[in-house]
C-alpha cells in the first residue's frame, strides 16, 4: 500500500538521523528532508515527532519478536537454543542497526503511556533469553543469578551497535560464535558461586 510505503520512508529516514544526531537534535524539518516529503506531508501521518519515535522502536520490537516462539518450539536442545537466539539477534541487529540504536538510545523520550507498551514488548523478549538460559544454571536456579546472567548476554548482543561493523574483519557468523562461546563457557560456572558465597559468609560468622 502507498500509505505504507510512506509511513516506512518517515520511520526509515527518521531512523537513521535519531541514531546519528540524536532524537532531541533532530527537526521535523531534517525528517522531511531525508524522507523526501513535505512537513505537512510527514504530520499527515504522524502527529508528533514523539509518535515517530514510538513507531520505530515499536516496529523494531515486532520484528524482534515475530515467530519467536515457535521457532523456538522446534529447537530441543538447550544449546542449540541460545545459539538460534544469539545469531538471530545478531542478524536482526545488523539489518536493523539505526532502529535498534534509536531503542537502546531514546526510547527513554517516549511519554509513560508509550513507554509501558514497548517495556511490554522487551519483557516479552527478556523471558524468552532466560528461558533459554536457565537450563545452564541447574534446576531451579537462583533468580538473581538468573536476571544476571540474561541482563549480561542481553547486553553483549545489544552493545554490538556500538562497535560492530559488520564489513570487518568478523563476520557475523563469526561474530555470534565469539558471544555464544564466551557466555556458554562462563556460565557453567556461575550457578555454585551464590551457595560458596552464602558457605564462606556462615563459616566466617562461626569462627567468631
Known amino acids: 500500500m502507498v500509505l505504507d510505503k510512506r509511513v516506512r520512508a518517515v520511520t526509515e529516514a527518521a531512523a537513521v538521523l535519531f541514531?546519528?544526531?540524536g532524537f532531541l537534535e533532530t527537526s521535523m524539518e531534517e525528517i522531511a528532508r531525508t524522507?523526501?516529503?513535505s512537513k505537512g506531508g510527514i504530520y499527515h501521518y504522524f502527529e508528533s515527532k514523539t509518535e515517530i519515535l514510538y513507531a520505530i522502536v515499536s516496529d523494531f520490537m515486532d520484528?524482534?519478536?515475530a515467530g519467536i516462539e515457535d521457532q523456538l518450539a522446534r529447537l530441543e536442545d538447550a544449546e542449540e537454543k541460545l545459539s538460534f537466539l544469539v545469531r538471530r539477534h545478531v542478524d536482526i541487529y545488523i539489518h536493523h542497526m539505526h532502529a535498534a540504536r534509536v531503542l537502546l538510545k531514546d526510547a527513554n523520550n517516549l511519554?509513560?503511556?508509550e513507554r509501558k507498551q514497548l517495556t511490554s514488548k522487551e519483557r516479552l523478549y527478556y523471558a524468552a533469553m532466560a528461558e533459554a538460559i536457565t537450563p545452564f544454571l541447574g534446576e531451579a536456579p537462583d533468580k538473581g543469578v538468573l536476571t544476571a546472567a540474561t541482563f549480561s548476554l542481553l547486553?553483549?548482543?545489544n552493545w554490538i551497535y556500538s562497535w560492530y561493523d559488520p564489513k570487518g574483519p568478523i563476520?557475523?557468523?563469526r561474530l555470534s560464535k565469539i558471544i555464544i562461546a564466551i557466555f556458554t563457557g562462563g556460565i557453567r560456572g556461575v550457578g555454585p558461586y551464590?551457595?560458596?558465597a552464602r558457605q564462606d559468609k556462615d563459616?566466617?560468622?562461626a569462627a567468631r
Open 194 to 196: 551464590p551457595n560458596i
Open 111 to 113: 511519554p509513560s503511556n
Open 203 to 205: 563459616e566466617s560468622r
Open 171 to 173: 563476520d557475523p557468523e
Open 63 to 65: 520484528n524482534v519478536l
Open 19 to 21: 541514531s546519528t544526531r
Open 155 to 157: 547486553g553483549m548482543c
Open 35 to 37: 524522507a523526501q516529503m
